[in-house]
């Protein structure tokens, strides 16, 4: 329900691998640019998306993001 704590908790628990449907996704990608901190998101070594269709432009986001 609130996409900061998950990302705090990824971070917390050092989570690595990370299965979500796209819109979940986009709302951890909201969060982080709020926070300032897209570490726990970078820390990700494997990102499973699906469920939904997958927008082009949430994987521009994600390249973006991570490798900022």
């Given at each position: 329900k609130d996409p900061a704590?998950?990302?705090d908790t990824l971070a917390e628990h050092r989570v690595t691998i990370l299965?979500?449907?796209?819109s979940l996704?986009?709302?951890l990608m909201?969060?982080?640019e709020r926070q300032g901190s897209t570490s726990?998101?970078?820390a990700?070594?494997?990102?499973?998306?699906?469920?939904?269709a997958v927008p082009v432009?949430?994987?521009?986001?994600w390249r973006r993001l991570v490798t900022a």
């Open positions: 704590a998950v990302l299965n979500c449907v796209p996704w986009s709302l909201d969060a982080a726990a998101l970078a990700l070594k494997w990102l499973l998306i699906g469920g939904e432009a949430y994987w521009q986001r």
